[in-house]
């Protein structure tokens, strides 16, 4: 199959910017429908209606993020039947039951329990009310849950068969798909972020009120919730990331090598904390993989596995292999995929020629090699290295960016309790200005996990160039500015409407009115 | 049989969209949205290809089988 390189490119891009549009949206619903939960329970606890109104303001944000955010995903399966169709096929079983039930759970939940939410306040009771508060944070997190056990099982794909009858990988253990140990970490890393970003949300605007000194019961309300909600989901975004990267380390090894820059493996190995990558570096060669860094000792050997002396595989071993080690080079993979490939085509022929026995042999050589199925399609082994530059400065990003948000956490927290906080200005300022940090460091999280997974569309089994359609490129390039320039327009109406809103404050709003 | 349920639904739908002040622009702003989305961008642009280009799931198959043995179709 020939494809233009540039189509390749622009399926990816097209895919990449609608992807992270899409996240602009998600990750604020996720957790800012717990805040108003948390909001709404202590309301129904206390029977103050400052609750109450506080409550209001914060889901009326939450509308509109809602209703901007909502339906930008489905363009991502728009571009799966298109530009991704040989993807799509291959995947169609393993990921036809995590997203029709994340269709029916989205649909179900979104059409009653948030117009509940939103429309009921004087039409059912306190409980009632708060008991559709709570399943629409439940049912939006759940909705989020299915969608990761499908990203999880493309970094490491387990539970299913390759059928090359079908040309579709089957499903044949769906607990193993959907408890995938990459996907649950991934679930709680992603879920944990989102709170942590809506935190930030909620403290971000209540100090731009503070600072104009207006609504400050409210604001000074809203930030205890939303800082102490942050500091304990912050924390558990460190111990999730902890796992998520033990598990990149186990199942993705070149992945992990690139976020850390590791070019030579070693035992012991240092975690980088800081670093400006040497831009000349190339795999296999002797200058030095950094200009400047600061780094732990034996931080990364004990973070991937728990051990001051493990060993910790470089790009370099992971490319030319290591015997040391018992790490099979990427050509050696390649050579197998080839078979892999070789064998498919033999049992496509036996099938054609109506010869069960020679399809037998060449299913059976099939699957004694279908596990580098994927390298088969590679055309260099330096095709198995991911853009490190990108990976490392996106995880550097986001792992400087969280450590920062629990210090902000910790500090504007202790200020609420004092009741210091308004004094404390510059801190003020600095939480104010941490909101676009926290989307910097969402897309930074991403853009680790995707980038750093190339050139796999499906690990090991599937590269992006074989996944993508082989269509006429003008349609893809003419898609990618329509969505740049649709989203676009989405995000300035968002950030139009939201800050009208905030501008009004809590006390514009009635009692009566709905959102 | 009794509509007394299903009027109460109509009845808290259409009482909670009417009392919308925000929501309305929000409304229409979504409605914009999935008009672009489904009716221009989807049916001009993103037809699902396998479905559009052959009559059954073998069909598709063994299309998906040839691009990745290498086999022209």
Known sequence: ?515 | MSFAWPRRVWEFYRDGFRSMRLGKKLWLLVAIKLFVLFVVIKWLFFPDLLKTRFHNDRERGAFVLDQLTHTKE
Do not use: C
């Open chain 1, 1 to 515: 199959m020939h494809i233009d390189p540039s189509l390749v490119e622009w399926s990816r891009a097209q895919f990449a910017l609608t992807a992270l549009y899409h996240w602009l949206f998600v990750p604020l619903t996720l957790g800012l429908t717990f805040i108003v939960a948390i909001m709404e329970t202590i309301y129904v606890k206390t029977g103050n209606e400052w609750w109450k109104k506080t409550t209001r303001f914060w889901m009326g944000l939450l509308a509109i993020n809602f209703a901007i955010g909502l339906a930008t995903g489905i363009i991502m399966e728009f571009e799966f039947g298109t530009n991704w169709s040989n993807y799509s096929w291959i995947v169609g079983d393993i990921f036809g039951a995590p997203l029709a039930i994340e269709g029916l759970m989205a649909f179900f939940m979104e059409s009653t329990f948030f117009a509940v939410m939103f429309f009921g306040w004087d039409k059912v009771s306190k409980r009632m009310h708060l008991l559709s508060t709570w399943l629409v944070a439940i049912g939006s997190n759940l909705s989020a849950l299915w969608i990761l056990v499908a990203n999880g099982w493309m970094q490491h794909p387990v539970g299913m068969r390759f059928n090359p009858d079908t040309a579709r990988n089957e499903m044949v253990d769906f607990w193993a798909v959907l408890f995938n140990p990459n996907a649950y970490s991934k679930f709680l890393h992603t879920i944990s972020g989102g709170y942590v970003l809506a935190s930030l949300f909620v403290i971000s605007i209540s100090a731009w009120y503070l600072l104009r000194k207006r609504n400050i019961q409210f604001a000074k309300r809203s930030i205890m919730v939303a800082a102490s909600f942050g500091l304990i989901v912050s924390l558990f975004n460190v111990t999730t990331g902890d796992d998520s990267a033990r598990h990149v380390a186990q199942d993705q090894p070149m992945k992990l090598a690139a976020m850390e820059g590791l070019y030579q493996g070693k035992s012991g190995a240092e975690i980088v904390t800081f670093g400006i990558l040497n831009p000349s570096k190339k795999v296999g060669d002797k200058q030095e993989p950094f200009l400047v860094k600061v780094a732990i000792p034996d931080g990364l050997s004990l973070l991937s596995y728990h051990r001051v002396d493990a060993y910790v595989p470089g790009i370099r071993e992971l490319v030319y292999g290591s015997k040391e080690h018992g790490i099979p080079s990427v050509a050696e993979k390649m050579k197998r995929g080839k078979e892999a490939v070789a064998a498919l085509t033999a049992y496509k022929a036996a099938k054609k020629a109506g010869d069960t026995a020679k399809m037998e042999a060449a299913k059976k050589r099939f699957e004694a090699n279908s596990t580098y199925l994927g390298y088969g399609y590679l055309k260099t082994p330096l095709q198995a290295v991911p853009s490190v530059p990108i990976t490392f400065y996106a995880f550097h990003t986001m792992v400087g960016l969280g450590t920062w948000f629990v210090l902000l956490f910790i500090v504007i927290l202790y200020f609420t309790m004092t009741n210091t906080l308004e004094r404390h200005r510059k801190w003020l300022w600095a939480a104010l200005f941490s909101l676009p940090l926290g989307y910097v460091a969402q897309e930074s999280g991403w853009i680790t996990a995707e980038v750093g997974r190339q050139p796999w569309a499906i690990q090991d089994m599937l590269p992006v160039g074989m996944a993508t359609s082989n269509i006429v490129t003008s349609p893809v390039m003419i898609t990618f500015w329509l969505f740049a320039i649709l989203f676009t327009a989405l995000l300035i109406a968002e950030v139009k409407i939201m800050t009208t809103q905030i501008k009004l404050g809590p006390v514009e709003l009635k009692e009566d009115s709905h959102v």
